[in-house]
Antibody, heavy 116, light 109 residues
Framework: EVQLVESGGGLVQPGGSLRLSCAASGFTFSSYWMSWVRQAPGKGLEWVANIKQDGSEKYYVDSVKGRFTISRDNAKNSLYLQMNSLRAEDTAVYYC?????????WGQGTMVTVSS | QSALTQPASVSGSPGQSITISCTGTSSDVGGYNYVSWYQQHPGKAPKLMIYDVSNRPSGVPDRFSGSKSGNTASLTISGLQAEDEADYYCSSYTSSSPVFGGGTKLTVL
């Protein structure tokens, strides 16, 4: 079964850091671009970052540039999002998604809450 | 990286057809045939319904169809069913990154 499972969310204070993980199974992870997409409570979807199959290209939405870092470990079939200098407006459910010019596979999401 | 424009809400009765629009610019919707549509039920992850403007993934009913004209893409759902009630989001790739629409809440009356 093709599956993505996120983990690592939680409550963090403003200015803090958090590392999200996404475990992939059921497909050849190393063959696909991957993305992180977030959804603030009661709001719409927002693409956050994506990464090429071999990690050589990475792109970010302007609001997270310099604070978030996307990475992957193809040997472990895993995608990561290192989030630093977190702000209240980063509070959201974070989804990892397989990126084929459309997001065809999604994880269940992990909640990140930034609050003091 | 401006969001695409969707109506906040649409509604229809069972059996009817509805269309949700998604308006962008020549830099996103109008410039690429990489428009996709997602269905999201409350508390659930989004589900891909249409990709590359008008293609349906395996398992998506043919009641769902997509099209594009200029800078505006559209999702049409025919033969509305109660389970179609959900939020719908469009997305387009741009020269640098993907962008989503603000979402449309579909109510089945």
């Amino acid at each position: 079964e093709v599956q993505l499972v996120e983990s690592g969310g939680g409550l963090v204070q403003p200015g803090g850091s958090l590392r999200l993980s996404c475990a992939a199974s059921g497909f050849t992870f190393s063959s696909y671009w991957m993305s992180w997409v977030r959804q603030a409570p009661g709001k719409g979807l927002e693409w956050v970052a994506n990464i090429k199959q071999d990690g050589s290209e990475k792109y970010y939405v302007d609001s997270v540039k310099g604070r978030f870092t996307i990475s992957r470990d193809n040997a472990k079939n895993s995608l990561y999002l290192q989030m630093n200098s977190l702000r209240a407006e980063d509070t959201a459910v974070y989804y990892c998604a397989r990126d084929m010019d459309a997001f065809d596979i999604w994880g269940q999401g992990t909640m990140v809450t930034v609050s003091s | 990286q401006s969001a695409l424009t969707q109506p906040a809400s649409v509604s229809g009765s069972p059996g009817q057809s509805i269309t949700i629009s998604c308006t962008g610019t020549s830099s996103d919707v109008g410039g690429y045939n990489y428009v996709s549509w997602y269905q999201q039920h409350p508390g659930k992850a989004p589900k891909l319904m249409i990709y590359d403007v008008s293609n349906r993934p395996s398992g998506v009913p043919d009641r769902f169809s997509g099209s594009k004209s200029g800078n505006t893409a559209s999702l049409t759902i025919s033969g509305l069913q109660a389970e179609d009630e959900a939020d719908y989001y469009c997305s387009s790739y741009t020269s640098s990154s993907p962008v989503f629409g603000g979402g449309t809440k579909l109510t089945v009356l």
